[in-house]
């Protein structure tokens, strides 16, 4: 392959000839002039050995690479240039008339290894916001929960639940849409915007687990003032190679077994292939009183992937499935207001039975397939252009209890297709670095009518494109610059059905009557168009202050189109026993956050502080607005709308090592959330939490490692007042009575342990055992950010073995 | 090179894009029924012995009564207005019905029939002590025999008022009780019915 200045050179000396009127001629008279430049460090290569494989004639570079042949005749030559430390180099020239060409040497395949891998270690997500890395032990740790788990042990970042299986991260006191997960840079679409969608992801899958706090990556997305998670593969070793690893875990809470294992072959040529497999089961999970009933969980899935890695260039394919089937505690399946004023008045679930490995319904069935192509090449060391396409199907099934022909039918059964073409352009060196690229995305959703269920999100098909660009300027080593700029737009087509009875009560008649397409036994067929234009602007500092201490400064404004589940859903929320509805005249969410960050890095002691502001407009919340009578009874129904709102907070890091067999670790945020039109607290904000960590070993047992973990979370005290009353049957008298879901549960401080030992050498393998105690002391507790907090308490201690190998 | 790239990009982009784009724009999404939606509920009401022809009293989820409504004093809610005589003894029929679509109305009782074991009407009276209710000897049972309650034989003595509640109660933990907690299971149906005894 030509390199693009080559080409230029090829350019401008033809545009040389011809204006001065040069006459090509048969004469033995062409003048080669070359230059050998190391890839890597773009640097003159001295000391190659050039030699033009017709003639014999020979060359050696000289200290700045340079080299001549003169008296050549016009035809094609092949060149042959060796050096002592770089592949061969090969190289066929068409002789027409004196050129100069640059030649650029690959080093050693086996040398490139270590080149690779330096590379991906210096490019940063961002070079002024702070990055957290998940460490191998958090990884395998975390290897039989979810993503959620797996990240929240730093400082900020919570969970949202439905029950113990279903897991969304939160950051900074936002989740779904307003957070970004990443995996091999495609951004993952599958119906993000609902409470109990958890991420439809594997991480045991990848080795690079990166979060940012804020909008940090504008080359990602530049909805998420929340944060972005970042997960990637490791670069393989471009040698012949084979190996893997494998990770055994077993639970005693729930019965749980986990399976996990990985293998890479690869080879000197740089080409490799990678496969990862995960399968999980257990049955029901129990709380220190009792079995949570129908909370058994299932999960396989498999990673393919086969590439070439090379220094001017890389490919890849891969392929990816993920399926789970999660069952929801049984007594969370409610039919009215009454049923959760039960539930909530009983101390323990109504329903609970012995344990079983059965999941009936309610439960959830996911699926996710993901098709990618990658392709990247680089022109010199500094500038690089990437390709990526990408495929995302993924099918969403919620089953409820249901009567009749419907019982095995799914009550929400959603496909939606994602495919995603973009492609990047990176370049400049040394003081300033910048990438630019473009996007295209293309959606489609359906919701299966076989159901028989009002759809809960309509059909819709979405198309989204844009561009960015980033720049880094670094002046000196003791400061950076980040600034990025983000445009996307957003073209939605809507086909949704009202109910006649809410196109009436809504008055939607005269705003959209004109876009009723089709009308139907007591519904209307809208089709709608809506466009939107978001902008997002990042603009960042980091000034080193010496002595390991950083300080950052990093400035975010981000636009969000409302989600399609913002706009338009349309039914029964089962946990809540609320009617959610959209609001279609939501406009774009823009939020200014402010992330300050002081660290010190290096040293026994080092810490972290970090506070923030969020200011936004137009944040899309969702509130009880009144109580619709139906044949079940009165129900709330909540909907969704736009306020002014902001969210500040404080995280906080540290660790100490003690001695060189003790450390400490410290993580705690505080987060404060309010609606600045109404002045209340916004719904949902995660409580105060501390959290405590010590690793000890022992002189004398090397292969040993111990840790013992407290996690504090107090009682959130700033929450809004979204209590109704009902009225319930008491002594042949009807009373109203109060259904308190706003009121969060009381404190709670769990502690967990655990024990490592190993590696030990068995055969080619290296093997490493694990005893790790969750909620050690059986606490019964419930969880704020838990939406089945309502119904039972959450998951007693679990004793989980894990057995690793290192193949 | 790089317009070459980019040109290759734009080819690839727009084969996929194309065959997508136009297959969608025509497709409209289906009208759903939802077939389980419980929106009527009623009580056909005979007199024993009586030639008059049984009276049905409909609650409807679309908050427009029919039969004999009107407003209540004392009460928010609008409801519907039963009226029976004192010392007398009635035959009264459930009835669960899906309007949604008024030009197909469909019968929920006869599934809930067809599932009785997973189904239970209960009739909770509520401020009314005239009247006494018990399952009609012709009432459906589910497999251990116990009545679902959807035929029932109402007994009037004195004079008074208050409500007969309707539940429909989906997978109850107990087939009989005397309160709505006794049984257990998910509300599928709750509706008042305001009962005169005069």
């Known amino acids: 392959m030509l390199t693009f200045s080559m080409r230029l050179n090829r350019l401008v000396l033809t545009l040389i000839f011809v204006s001065t009127g040069f006459a090509f001629s048969q004469e033995c008279n062409i003048k080669l002039r070359g230059k050998i430049i190391d890839l890597h460090e773009d640097s003159p290569l001295d000391n190659a050995f050039i030699q033009i494989l017709e003639t014999n004639q020979t060359a050696v570079s000289s200290a700045k690479g340079d080299f001549v042949f003169d008296n050549l005749c016009p035809g094609k030559i092949i060149v042959k240039i060796s050096h002592i430390s770089c592949e061969d180099l090969i190289k066929e020239i068409d002789l027409k008339k004196s050129m100069d060409i640059k030649f650029f040497m690959e080093h050693h395949i086996a040398f490139l290894e270590e080149v690779i891998i330096e590379e991906s270690q210096v490019k940063k997500l961002s070079s002024t916001a702070k990055t957290y890395l998940l460490s191998e032990r958090q990884r395998d740790r975390s290897s039989s929960q979810g993503l959620g788990v797996a990240l929240e042990n730093i400082s900020g970042v919570n969970n949202i639940k439905t029950g113990n299986n279903i897991v969304k991260p939160v950051i900074h006191g936002m989740f779904g849409s307003r957070i970004g997960i990443i995996y091999n840079g495609i951004p993952l679409e599958n119906q993000q915007w609902g409470q109990d969608h958890a991420p439809t992801i594997d991480h045991n899958a990848f080795e690079n687990i990166r979060l940012i706090k804020g909008a940090g990556t504008l080359k990602y997305s530049g909805d998420s003032p929340g944060g972005v998670i970042v997960l990637e593969s490791k670069s393989l070793p471009i040698r012949d190679t084979l190996y893997g690893k494998t990770i055994i875990n077993g639970m005693t809470n729930g019965r749980g077994v986990n399976l996990i294992s990985s293998w890479v072959r690869s080879f000197q040529s740089g080409k490799y292939f990678k496969i990862q497999g995960t399968l999980k089961k257990n049955g029901d999970y129990s709380s220190p009183d009792y079995i949570l009933l129908n909370t058994g969980n299932e999960e396989k899935n498999i990673t393919f992937s086969l590439g070439r890695n090379k220094i001017l260039s890389q490919w890849k394919v891969g392929f990816s499935f993920f399926s789970n089937e999660i069952g929801i505690l049984r007594s969370s399946h409610?039919?009215?207001?009454?049923?959760?004023?039960?539930?909530?008045?009983?101390?323990?679930?109504?329903?609970?039975?012995?344990?079983?490995?059965?999941?009936?319904?309610?439960?959830?069935?996911?699926?996710?397939?993901?098709?990618?192509?990658?392709?990247?090449?680089?022109?010199?060391?500094?500038?690089?252009?990437?390709?990526?396409?990408?495929?995302?199907?993924n099918n969403r099934q919620e089953f409820d209890i249901r009567r009749g022909d419907n019982k095995n039918k799914a009550s929400v059964d959603l496909l939606l297709n994602t495919h995603i073409f973009n492609s990047n352009y990176e370049w400049g060196r040394g003081v300033m670095r910048h990438d630019s690229g473009i996007f295209m995305q293309i959606q489609d959703n359906f919701s299966n009518p076989d159901t028989q269920v009002k759809r809960l999100i309509p059909d819709y098909f979405k198309t989204k494109y844009g561009s960015y660009f980033t720049t880094t300027i670094t002046p000196s080593n003791a400061i950076n610059y980040d600034f990025g700029i983000r445009w996307e737009s957003h073209h939605n087509s809507i086909q949704k059905y009202y109910d006649n009875r809410r196109w009436e009560a809504d008055q939607y008649e005269s705003l959209y009557g004109s876009y009723v397409i089709k009308e139907v036994a007591g519904q209307k067929l809208v089709k709608r168009k809506l466009v939107f234009n978001n902008i997002s602007v990042n603009a960042g500092m980091n000034f080193n202050l010496g002595d390991a201490k950083v300080l950052g400064l990093n400035f975010y404004l981000t636009q969000r189109a409302p989600d399609i589940s913002e706009m338009f859903s349309d039914g029964l929320h089962h946990a809540l026993a609320t009617i959610e509805y959209g609001d279609p005249s939501l406009t774009q969410e823009t939020t200014k956050k402010v992330v300050f960050n002081f660290e010190k890095n290096k040293g026994a002691l080092q810490y972290s502080i970090g506070p923030y502001l969020s200011w936004a407009q137009n944040f899309i919340i969702i509130e009880p607005e009144g109580l619709l009578q139906t044949t079940r009874g009165a129900f709330p129904f909540w909907e969704f709308k736009a306020v002014d709102a902001m969210l500040k907070g404080i995280d906080f890091d540290l660790s100490f090592q003690i001695s060189d067999y003790i450390s400490f670790e410290h993580s705690s945020s505080w987060i404060d959330g309010i609606n600045r039109n109404t002045k209340t607290p916004l719904i949902n904000m995660p409580p105060v939490n501390i959290r405590n960590h010590f690793l000890f070993s022992l002189p004398r047992w090397k292969s040993f490692l111990m840790a013992l973990t407290s996690n504090n979370f107090l009682r959130q005290n700033q929450f809004p007042d979204n209590n109704f009353y009902t009225d319930v049957v008491e002594n042949g008298k009807i009373v109203n009575k109060l259904v308190d879901i706003s009121t969060p549960p009381d404190a709670y401080h769990h502690i967990g342990m655990e024990m490592h030992w190993g590696p030990y050498s068995l055969k080619h393998n290296k093997i490493r055992f694990s005893l790790i105690f969750d909620n050690m002391l059986n606490t019964n507790y419930r969880t704020y950010l838990n939406r089945l907090r309502f119904y039972a308490d959450e998951m007693g201690r679990n004793v989980m073995l894990q057995i690793k190998f290192n193949h | 090179?790089?317009?070459?790239?980019?040109?290759?990009?734009?080819?690839?982009?727009?084969?996929?894009?194309?065959?997508?784009?136009?297959?969608?724009?025509?497709?409209?999404?289906?009208?759903?029924?939802?077939?389980?939606?419980?929106?009527?509920?009623?009580?056909?009401?005979?007199?024993?012995?009586?030639?008059?022809?049984?009276?049905?009293?409909?609650?409807?989820?679309?908050?427009?009564?029919?039969?004999h409504s009107e407003e209540e004093e004392g009460h928010d809610e609008d409801g519907v207005h039963v009226e029976l005589e004192a010392n007398s003894t009635y035959e009264v029929e459930v009835g669960f019905f899906n309007a949604s679509d008024p030009a197909d109305i469909e019968d929920i009782t006869e599934e809930v029939k067809a599932e009785a074991d997973e189904h239970q009407v209960f009739l909770e009276l509520i401020e009314i002590q005239g009247l006494s209710i018990v399952a009609a000897a012709n009432d459906s049972t589910d497999s251990n025999g116990n009545p679902l309650f959807l035929k029932s034989v109402w007994t009037t003595t004195a004079v008074s008022a208050g409500e007969v509640r309707v539940y429909l109660i989906h997978e109850p933990t107990a087939k009989s009780g005397s309160t709505r907690n006794d049984f257990g299971g998910e509300i599928d149906v709750k509706v008042d019915f305001h009962v005169d005894v005069e």
């Open chain 1, 334 to 393: 409610i039919g009215n207001v009454d049923d959760l004023l039960r539930a909530i008045e009983s101390k323990s679930p109504l329903i609970i039975n012995p344990f079983t490995y059965d999941v009936n319904a309610p439960k959830q069935k996911n699926k996710h397939h993901t098709a990618f192509f990658q392709y990247s090449k680089r022109y010199d060391f500094n500038s690089k252009l990437n390709f990526q396409y990408s495929w995302q199907r």
């Open chain 2, 1 to 67: 090179m790089f317009k070459k790239y980019l040109l290759n990009a734009f080819v690839l982009l727009c084969s996929f894009l194309l065959p997508i784009s136009c297959s969608k724009d025509n497709d409209t999404p289906e009208h759903i029924h939802e077939e389980e939606l419980i929106t009527r509920v009623t009580l056909k009401i005979k007199k024993q012995g009586s030639a008059d022809a049984a009276v049905t009293y409909t609650w409807n989820d679309d908050h427009e009564e029919e039969g």
